[in-house]
T-cell receptor
Framework: AQSVTQPDIHITVSEGASLELRCNYSYGATPYLFWYVQSPGQGLQLLLK??????LVQGIKGFEAEFKRSQSSFNLRKPSVHWSDAAEYFC??????????FGAGTTVTVRA | GAGVSQTPSNKVTEKGKYVELRCDPISGHTALYWYRQSLGQGPEFLIYFQGTGAADDSGLPNDRFFAVRPEGSVSTLKIQRTERGDSAVYLC??????????????FGPGTRLTVL
């Protein structure tokens, strides 16, 4: 069975500071990995995805994530956060791109 | 263009009642997905349609839950004999194609179901 753990329930970061959100997964083969963002009143939006190839993946809004097979991790990073990055972030894993298992999410608060 | 829309945005019902939740996918998207998001949790896969047929309904929790997509566009999630534990946000998503390496799911805003 596949599963996702996002160890941090809530992170507060200053505007302009760097951000890293952790994601650890459990899956028997090479998974499909995703990061989604959910802003209040908005639907989930795909930030980036990894299927194969280069383990450093670039996404939208200046986000990137790195797949580390040895650590079963897919951490999300952004060098400099903006107030508009305040949202809930979900990591997801799956054997394909539809039957996804999501983590419980990390809420990011950005302070001025 | 228009995104995925879901109606109603909020639904309050009483235990034991029947409810229908509607999803209008992005025009031309052949794949449609339903998820359920309970409070404090990530979305949980329920069912996936490719066209009119349910390609994978393994996430439906029990036989009180049923979904249809008769014309390959709009989908309705139906819940019979609702229970308080069914309270959650029900999310719908669509994609241009299903189960492909490039398929991106576009999510609607969800329907918040509250069972009293």
């Amino acid at each position: 069975a596949q599963s996702v753990t996002q160890p941090d329930i809530h992170i507060t970061v200053s505007e302009g500071a760097s951000l890293e959100l952790r994601c650890n997964y459990s899956y028997g083969a090479t998974p499909y990995l995703f990061w989604y963002v959910q802003s209040p009143g908005q639907g989930l939006q795909l930030l980036l995805k990894y299927f194969s190839g280069d383990t450093l993946v670039q996404g939208i809004k200046g986000f990137e994530a790195e797949f580390k097979r040895s650590q079963s991790s897919f951490n999300l990073r952004k060098p400099s956060v903006h107030w508009s990055d305040a949202a809930e972030y979900f990591c997801a894993v799956g054997p394909n791109d539809y039957k996804l298992s999501f983590g419980a999410g990390t809420t990011v608060t950005v302070r001025a | 263009g228009a995104g995925v829309s879901q109606t109603p945005s909020n639904k309050v019902t009483e235990k034991g009642k029947y409810v229908e939740l509607r999803c209008d996918p992005i025009s031309g998207h052949t794949a449609l997905y339903w998820y359920r998001q309970s409070l404090g949790q990530g979305p949980e896969f329920l069912i996936y349609f490719q066209g009119t047929g349910a390609a994978d309904d393994s996430g439906l929790p029990n036989d009180r839950f049923f979904a249809v997509r008769p014309e390959g566009s709009v989908s309705t999630l139906k819940i019979q004999r609702t229970e308080r534990g069914d309270s959650a946000v029900y999310l719908c998503a669509s994609s241009p194609a299903g189960a492909t390496r490039l398929g991106e799911q576009f999510f609607g805003p969800g329907t918040r179901l509250t069972v009293l």
